[in-house]
């Protein structure tokens, strides 16, 4: 069966500062990968996805996500913390090869940017 | 445009009440999906549909009634639901574009059952 997790209920960060927010996968077949973001009282918005390629994707808003395979992980990252990145971040894998899969999501990962 | 809007925004029924959640996009995409998500928790699947055809459902109650009556349109009616059903519930909708299709999900509708 197919599952991610996100280790840290929780990631703080000065404004302007690094962020990575942590995913690991395990999979049976090749991984599909997402980042989605939520705000407060707000849909799931969509960041960045890892098909196939290069390891490093860049995706909206600034964020990008590194693909290791050997570590199997897909953390999503930023260069440039901002306070209004604060939000609810879920990492997620697709399971089913049909046309008709769902989205497995981890259990989400809380950033907060502090000015 | 990537736009999947939902209505209500939010919605208190009581346990014996009738009510019905509406989804709508407009991208030409042919699969859509309903989602449940309690507090602090992720969202998981309840249903899909593909080409307006119910091609998953994740063994949810009956008092939950899917109906897609057309490409653009997917409903979800509620009958006799339980406190316990209190939930945001999302809709998304996808192309269908082999491994790299993305879900693009609405708003939610905030549902609370008195």
């Known amino acids: 069966a197919q599952s991610v997790a996100q280790p840290e209920d929780q990631v703080n960060v000065a404004e302007g500062n690094p962020l990575t927010v942590k995913c690991t996968y395990s999979v049976s077949g090749n991984p599909y990968l997402f980042w989605y973001v939520q705000y407060p009282n707000r849909g799931l918005q969509f960041l960045l996805k890892?098909?196939?390629?290069?390891?490093l994707v860049k995706g909206s808003y600034g964020f990008e996500a590194e693909f290791n395979k050997s570590q199997t992980s897909f953390h999503l990252k930023k260069p440039s913390a901002l306070v209004s990145d604060s939000a609810l971040y879920f990492c997620a894998v697709r399971d089913g090869m049909d046309s008709s899969y769902k989205l497995i999501f981890g259990s989400g990962t809380r950033l907060l940017v502090r000015p | 445009d990537t736009e999947v809007t939902q209505t209500p925004k939010h919605l208190v029924m009581g346990m014996t009440n009738k009510k019905s959640l509406k989804c709508e996009q407009h991208m030409g995409h042919r699969a859509m999906y309903w989602y449940k998500q309690k507090a602090k928790k992720p969202p998981e699947l309840m249903f899909v549909y593909s080409y307006e055809k119910l091609s998953i459902n994740e063994s949810v109650p009956s008092r939950f009634s899917p109906e897609c009556p057309n490409s653009s349109l997917l409903n979800l009616h509620l009958h006799a639901l339980q406190p316990e059903d209190s939930a945001l519930y999302l809709c998304a909708s996808s192309q269908e574009s082999g491994v790299g299709d993305t879900q693009y999900f609405g708003p939610g509708t905030r549902l609370t059952v008195l």
């Open positions: 890892y098909i196939t390629g290069d390891n």
